[in-house]
Each structure stands twice: as structure tokens, then as C-alpha cells.
């Protein structure tokens, strides 16, 4: 076992003396630790379904990109979050990565199951682009004129060419490993909603890439073929959802012998969600006080902008507690040059600033 497989091994051993609920995504967190993307333990992860475990042994090759994707959607939320009360913390060593926030089916829930799942999409597909897998590769289903996908209006001046991204193959493997076996409960079927959008956001965000033919660069024709955005850009489209997510309300309902949850909207007046939207039923809480049992870790000490009118402003970021003022000497990069060939050089500049934390 190499250095991967075995720091993974030991961080689920060590994530079994937690009291945390384990989740799949905990991959993602030990993917960050490790320094080689091999083999992963299946039947050593804690907590996932027997469903889930059988994926991971018969896909056993796929499952490094599986974490990788799961850590790319983890350092994106905590960039989407920076200034915001909840700022997608993870904490080191807990097996549940987030803490108990994730207990609630709430917009915060929401948005991280999108976004993991957006990010093993995104790099299912990018590793079938690399050629790393035999079952894909490259998508050559688009021929002739172009038209029929995403609002392409037919052109003379450019054909189909090329290698477009295949999306759909990850897009039906990551609903393999997330798909629960069966979605009786409300919070079975949030959480198969939001990840089915996070997976939607890949394929609704495709670039139409093109690279021009013609004498002398005329561009007399051009090949054009699909591509993935970059995965900021879905991270922003998913923080957009979240920001519009809809309220649901769960409702019993019997079928036959047994009752079931369903999900409907709170307000007659709301339209249903599409497959695209992000869905919760639970409020969040303030986050603005330390409170491990609904997984808020306050607002204190955080640095905040106080000329911001924004929820990154000290007023709305501190709760309104007051914040505190310190000058800091910080030492920066600056006036960097590139020198041929090939490295760039840059000066050490001294800049002493004004910090504000909240109280």
C-alpha cells in the first residue's frame, strides 16, 4: 500500500473513536492529507452504505477521483462561504468533516451535497478526458451542423470537431454512488434532489470551446467541441441556487400499507423546484454563537470588512457584538518580473494594515 492508501487507512481508524456520524465525503478530507491518489479501503469507511461499499469494490480504480472530487468540492465551499456567518468549516480528525451543521435539512446542507457531487462529477469527467479509464474517454457523438444542445443555433461556419468532454458517463457514475437504494424519508429525497442538481450544474454549464481553420488564421471555419467550465464558475452557479433555494414542507402521505414522506412547497403561492434548484425544509440557525450541537462555530474572532455594508461587514458578520481593531505588519510578494528563461522574481514588500475581528 503506498502513501495514499495508507494515510487514508489511518485517518478512518482514527475517525472511528469519534462520536460523528461518518459520511462518504470524509474521502475528501483524507484525499487533502495524502500525497499519492491510489487505492482506497472501501470496507474500511465507516458508516456508508452496504450500496456504496459494493460500488467502491467494483470501481476500485475510479475511487481516487471519487475523493479527489469530493476534497475539490470541499475547498470550493469554503471559498463560496469566506465572508459568510458559516464558513463551511471542517474539522480536523472528525469523521462527519462538518461538524453537526449537517444534521439539519438545511439551505447549508443543501449546498454541500450539490457541490460534493458537482465535484466528483467534474473530476470523473476531467479524469476521462486524461484517458485515465478504459469505459470513457473522449465524446465524439457531435457531427455535422451543429444544433439541438444548449441553445446552439445551427451556423455554416463551424463544424463539429475535435474531443468534447464526456460528461454523461460521470454524470450516471456519480448517481451510482450517491443514489440512495430507496427514498421513503423527506431527508433521503432533499439530499437525492441536491445532488442531482450539483450533477445538473456540470452539464448545464458546458463551454462551447472552437479553434479557427483558414489561411493565415482567416478563421474561414472553425471546429468546435464541448468542455466543462471551471469549476469556480460552478461553485458560483451553486451559490446562486443556494442563495434561491426553496423552502419545502414535508407532508405524510400513505401508500398502501406504509406511509411516506413527501416534499412540497411551504407556500401555495411558490412553484414547484425544478431539477436544477436547490430544495431544504429546516431554518438554519444565526451561526453568529459557538453552539457544537447544531454545528455553529460563532463569529468570534473572525476578521471582517468593515467598510462592507455586505454580509461580510463587521456589522452583520460580528451580529452585531462590536469588532476589534489591530495594525499588523504583513510581509507580501510584490513588483514580480518574469525572467527568461524561466522564472519569475518578485521583491518582499512590508505593508502595515488595519485588522478587524469581531468581539
Not at 481516487?64 to 463560496?80: N, R
Not at 464526456?166 to 421513503?184: I, R
Not at 416534499?263 to 425544478?274: G, H, V
Not at 440557525?285 to 455594508?309: A, K, L, M
Amino acid at each position: 500500500m503506498n502513501l495514499f492508501g495508507l494515510t487514508l487507512t489511518l485517518a478512518i481508524s482514527a475517525a472511528l473513536i469519534c462520536t460523528t456520524e461518518a459520511m462518504w465525503w470524509f474521502l475528501g478530507a483524507a484525499y487533502g492529507t495524502a500525497q499519492e491518489p491510489v487505492e482506497i479501503p472501501c470496507k474500511g469507511i465507516p458508516n456508508i452504505s452496504g450500496k456504496q461499499v459494493r460500488f467502491c469494490l467494483k470501481n476500485q480504480d475510479k475511487m481516487p477521483t471519487v475523493a479527489e472530487g469530493a476534497y475539490h468540492g470541499i475547498e470550493e465551499c469554503q471559498f463560496q462561504f469566506r465572508g459568510r456567518r458559516w464558513n463551511c468549516t471542517t474539522i480536523d480528525g472528525d469523521q462527519s468533516v462538518f461538524g453537526r451543521v449537517l444534521d439539519r435539512a438545511s439551505r447549508e446542507t443543501a449546498f454541500v451535497n450539490a457541490i460534493l457531487a458537482a465535484g466528483v462529477t467534474h473530476a470523473v469527467t476531467r479524469a476521462c478526458s486524461r484517458g485515465d479509464y478504459l469505459e470513457c474517454g473522449c465524446d465524439r457523438t457531435h457531427r455535422g451542423p451543429p444544433g439541438g444542445r444548449i441553445g446552439i443555433v445551427p451556423n455554416s461556419t463551424w463544424r463539429w470537431g475535435g474531443c468534447s468532454e464526456e460528461v454523461w458517463y460521470s454524470m450516471e457514475l456519480t448517481k451510482d454512488f450517491l443514489k440512495p437504494t430507496a427514498a421513503k424519508r423527506a431527508r433521503t429525497k432533499m439530499d437525492r434532489h441536491n445532488t442531482d442538481a450539483g450533477r445538473n450544474a456540470v452539464l448545464h454549464n458546458m463551454e462551447l470551446r472552437c479553434k479557427c481553420h483558414g489561411v493565415s488564421g482567416s478563421c474561414e471555419l472553425k471546429t468546435c467541441w464541448w468542455e466543462m467550465a471551471p469549476f469556480r464558475k460552478l461553485g458560483d452557479a451553486l451559490k446562486t441556487k443556494y442563495d434561491m433555494a426553496a423552502e419545502m414542507a414535508v407532508e405524510r402521505q400513505r401508500k398502501g400499507r406504509i406511509f411516506v414522506e413527501e416534499l412540497a412547497p411551504r407556500y401555495d403561492d411558490f412553484k414547484e423546484p425544478t431539477t436544477n434548484d436547490l430544495i431544504y425544509y429546516d431554518q438554519s440557525p444565526d451561526y453568529c454563537t459557538f453552539d457544537p450541537e447544531v454545528g455553529s462555530f460563532g463569529t468570534q474572532g473572525r476578521e471582517c470588512n468593515r467598510t462592507s455594508h455586505g454580509i461580510d461587514g463587521c456589522e452583520l458578520l460580528c451580529c452585531g457584538r462590536g469588532h476589534n481593531t489591530m495594525t499588523v505588519v504583513r510581509r507580501e510578494r510584490c513588483d514580480c518580473v518574469f525572467v527568461w528563461c524561466c522564472k519569475v522574481v518578485c521583491k518582499e514588500c512590508v505593508r502595515v494594515i488595519d485588522v478587524h475581528t469581531c468581539k
